[in-house]
Every structure is written in structure tokens, then in C-alpha cells.
């Protein structure tokens, strides 16, 4: 694996602290701008579902839920979907960037979810759910990590594809009909996003329990005190 | 401690190096542009309209909307009437035409009768609104494309514009126009088209969302050059939404 590490000397203490760069610059660049476009993604994306809060039929409408303006981008339903349509592209051409940059660098090979991880990932779901024992660190991500961001790839796919689906259901009415038709694609778009949130939830609650060298090391690529041990 | 690349460097250096790795997501920050009102709107119109453009690139002409069985079918009474403005305008049905203008060989009024000469089409087409809600309905009447043909259209011209009794108008392009599936339509379900459903005649289009289908007609224009887009359009909304 490539990783670069590198030892950092204090000039007073001649101590010396290990530091590796783990996140190469496609992939911060990537991740900061799609969480941009996440955000508004899935905040104009909730608007667009107020103008019609429900999956079943218009007459008569039951309302599934009566989701706040003020937790949702755009104001009304026009400005939202400027909003969607625009970020649309951003989101799309940074998972390009990201999933292309992944396999022609081999970088993914640190992060993909192989099945000799399978193993693996109980443990750390144990680790991290009833406190049960740490597992001991490896490689820079644990097999539950590879799980969630090659699941998070999986499900960024699917949004594109059933988003795809709703506004496209004639030109790509095939897509439409893989889902079930135009009705099932608009569900499966609105499950889709909550599986998203999940996964940032969690994504989220991780950034805080691995303190702040790992934090910065996504925005200067550099972690100091690495868990694991550096090859 | 492992075998590292280089010999040790210094702690400043290393805060330099990191520096530099942080500036480099400097465009991120460029996405603040949204954030700047000036901005936002020409940043947003240019998004919807690159949408727009993709949209238009991925218009088939041949390519046919799904059509359904007859067992498919919203019941008519579920099939909802949305109007920007009143249900009913009041048409006065004996005297109503068609008033035809713009790049055709024979601009003129065109009665209802004169239309329905044109071969009639019946199509059981799916229905999908802006809002997010969707219908299938049973919708005939001429296809738009005879109906420009019987009137010696300039097929090189762009748009078709419509306007209707209740001040309602919106525009077409050319290829959405000429697509097989794309009626003039005066009958839903086998009845004559009630006023609601905007009676004598509104426009059916499988391949665009529903603000595009406007509902009495009462003149069409073929033009090489777009005004105003559409009511919905000109507040905001996508121009060409094609489905």
C-alpha cells in the first residue's frame, strides 16, 4: 500500500511523532465538495417533497408527513428543484471523480469492502454497539469502515439511478420499470436519501469518537499518531 | 516505530506542508458563490438551464412513452384538475376555434369540426406533475404533428406557443411537438373533454411533465423565436421538462 509516512521531530525535544498521509487530495477535494452537494441535495430534495408530502394517490391525498419549510432548501417548489437540478451534476461529477480516481490509483484497494472482511465486521459493530473489546487497528480503515464506505458508494449509485428514473421515466423508462414504475422509483428515491442520512449519521458520530487528528487528516491528507501500525 | 521514506523532518515544516495540502481545497470554497445572493439566481438559472439542454439532448423523437392497459387506468373521478386560476373559463363552445398564426402556409381560425377530420388517436398515457404525483389516463384526439403538417407548418421552425381562455400560455419545441404521442386532445376517457379537463381542446403530451399539457386552446403560433416560455416556466420552473 502507498501509504507516505513520515516521522515529525520536535526541534526542542528531538521527540518524534509518526505521521502518514492517508487521504490523497482527489479524495478531500471530492469529499468536501459532495458534502456540499448532499446537503443540498437532500434539503431541496425534502422541499420538492412538500408539494406533495405522500406516495400514494392524489385523490384522495394522505399526507405522509407535514415536513418543516425551515429544514429544507429552496422556499417553494421551483427554487427547490433549481436547486436539484443544478447540484445534481456537482454530486454526480464528484462521485465520478472519486470512484474513478479510487480504481486508477489503486487507492481504493485501502478502502473497498472485500469478502475476507466479512469477519471482520462483527467485531467492531460489537466494539462500537455494547462496548465489547477494541479490535486491534491494522490497516487505516477496519472492516466495518470498508463495509459503510463502499455501502455509501452503493447507495450514492442508486440515488443517482432512481432520481434518474423520476425525471426521466419516459427516456428512460426501463429504469422506471427496474423499480416498479414511476411510483415505486419516487419511494425508493425518498428510502434512499434516509439511508444516506444513516450513513452520514453514523459517519458523523464516528468523526467525534476518533478525535481531531483523524478530523484533520480530511482536510490536510497528513494523520498524525496513526491507530495503526504504518507499513 | 516503523521504517519511514525519509530521515525525520521538522515540526514546522510539517505545519507548512499541511498548510499548503489545506489551501489546495481552496475551490471548495467556491461553492459559496451560492451563498451570495447577488449570485445565487444567475448561478441557479444556468444549472436548471444546463439541465434543460440535457434534457433536450436526451429527447428522443422515435423513443414512445409506456402505454397502459385500460385495466391501468386512474378512474376518472381521480383524475385531478389542477388550474393555476379558475376551473372554468367559460368557453363559449359555438363559437370557439383554433386561431393559428406564425410560420405556417395557412394561418387562419380552424373549427373544432375542421380538427377532428384529422385521423383521430386514443392512448393510454401516464401523467406526471411537477408536484410529484402521477395518473394514468385515457386521452384522444389528433396528433399535433397532422395537425401542423394540415397547416403547412415550417418545419424548421423551433416552437409551437400556445395560448388558452384562461390566460394560461406555454411553449413547445419543435421535436416534442412532432412526436407521435403528442395530441390535441378533445376527448378523456371516450367522453367529450369536460370543461375541467379543459374542454374544446387541450394539449396531451406523454413526454413532459404536466404544466406543459395547457387546457383551452384557443391559438397556437409556430415560431423561430421564444418570448415568453411558459406560465410556470417564466416564475422559474424548467423550460423543457421532458420526461
Known sequence: ?231 | MPKFMSSPIDRRKFRKMNRRELLKLAPVVALGAFAIPSLQKPLLKAGLGFSDWASAQLFRSGHLAPTFDDSDLTPFAKFPINDYDVDDPGVDFDKWTLTVSGAVQKPGDYTFAQIQNLPKVTQNTRHVCVEGWDVIGNFSGVRLSDFLKSIGADPTARFITVECADDYYESLDMATAMHPQTLLCYEMYGQPLTREHGAPLRLTIPTKIGYKQAKYLTDLKVTHVLGKVGYWEDQGYSEFYGL
Not at chain 1, 52 to 63: E, L, M, R, T, Y
Open chain 1, 1 to 231: 500500500m502507498a501509504t507516505r509516512a513520515i516521522a515529525v521531530e520536535d526541534a526542542k525535544t528531538g521527540e518524534l511523532t509518526e505521521a502518514v498521509h492517508e487521504h490523497p487530495f482527489i479524495v478531500r477535494l471530492c469529499h468536501w465538495v459532495n458534502t456540499v452537494a448532499l446537503f443540498v441535495m437532500i434539503g431541496s430534495g425534502l422541499q420538492i417533497f412538500r408539494a406533495f408530502p405522500s406516495f400514494g394517490a392524489k385523490i384522495p391525498q394522505k399526507d405522509l408527513i407535514d415536513w418543516p419549510r425551515s429544514l429544507a432548501i429552496g422556499g417553494w417548489l421551483g427554487g427547490a428543484l433549481q436547486w436539484h437540478l443544478t447540484f445534481m451534476w456537482i454530486y454526480i461529477a464528484t462521485g465520478l471523480v472519486y470512484v474513478g480516481y479510487q480504481v486508477f490509483s489503486g487507492n481504493y484497494r485501502q478502502v473497498l469492502f472485500v469478502p475476507r472482511d466479512a469477519p471482520g465486521v462483527w467485531p467492531m459493530v460489537r466494539h462500537y454497539s455494547f462496548f465489547g473489546p477494541k479490535p486491534p487497528a491494522r490497516q487505516a480503515y477496519n472492516p466495518l469502515q470498508k463495509h459503510a464506505y463502499t455501502s455509501v458508494i452503493g447507495l450514492g449509485v442508486l440515488s443517482v439511478l432512481t432520481g434518474l428514473a423520476i425525471w426521466k421515466p419516459v427516456q428512460f423508462s426501463w429504469l422506471a420499470w427496474l423499480m416498479g414504475g414511476f411510483h415505486w422509483a419516487r419511494l425508493w428515491h425518498f428510502i434512499i436519501m434516509w439511508a444516506i442520512l444513516a450513513f452520514v449519521f453514523g459517519h458523523l458520530v464516528m468523526v467525534v469518537l476518533h478525535g481531531w487528528n483523524n478530523f484533520v487528516s480530511m482536510f490536510t491528507g497528513w494523520k498524525k499518531e496513526p491507530e495503526y501500525p504504518v507499513e
